[in-house]
Every structure is written in C-alpha cells, then in structure tokens.
Nanobody, 114 residues
Framework: QVQLVESGGGLVQPGGSLRLSCLASGFTFSSYTMSWYRQAPGKERELVAAILSVGGITNYAASVKGRFTISRDNAKNTMYLQMNSLKPEDTAVYYC???????WGKGTLVTVSS
C-alpha cells in the first residue's frame, strides 16, 4: 500500500523557519522524481519544488527560490523541504507527491502569522 506522510507543519512567525518531511512507503521511492505542492485557502494547488530521483537536480517556483530548499534521503525513503524567511503568503497546506503518479500525502498545514 502506497503511503506518503507529511509532517513538520505548524505556526511560525514571519521570517521564521520550518522543515517539512515526507516519509514514503509502498513503492520504490528512489526511482521517482518527488515534489512538494501547496494549496492556500481559496487558491489552486501549486508546485513549490521538485527533485529528481538521483543527482540532486532541483526546481523551484519563483516565489520560493532562494528561501526554500528541497532535498531527499533515498536510504530513509524521505523527502524534505527546508523553509526559511517565511512570509504570510506561504501559509498553505503542503503536500508531497511522486511525480507522474497519483501518489499524494494528506498534507501538513503551515501557518505564517504574527
């Protein structure tokens, strides 16, 4: 059974940091490009960042480039999103996804507010 479980969300002040994790099981994690998406209230889900299965090649949305870092540990079947210099507009539910599949986690809520 495929599972993607996000964790690490919470309430943080503007300018703060959070690290999200996505633990995968039930499929060969190391073979898949993985991505983080987010969905803010009243908005469509958008791609935040993606990372290839090997080689560490990454891609970021313009809105988070320079502030967020995506990484993965294939030995631990885990993907991460380090989020720094958080802004109120980063408030959203963050989801992990195995690219080109319908494998999605249930999401973790990030709230940036003073």
């Amino acid at each position: 059974q495929v599972q993607l479980v996000e964790s690490g969300g919470g309430l943080v002040q503007p300018g703060g940091s959070l690290r999200l994790s996505c633990l995968a099981s039930g499929f060969t994690f190391s073979s898949y490009t993985m991505s983080w998406y987010r969905q803010a209230p009243g908005k469509e889900r958008e791609l935040v960042a993606a990372i290839l299965s090997v080689g560490g090649i990454t891609n970021y949305a313009a809105s988070v480039k320079g502030r967020f870092t995506i990484s993965r540990d294939n030995a631990k079947n885990t993907m991460y999103l380090q989020m720094n210099s958080l802004k109120p507009e980063d408030t959203a539910v963050y989801y992990c996804n195995a690219v080109r599949t319908n494998y999605w986690g249930k999401g973790t809520l990030v709230t940036v507010s003073s």
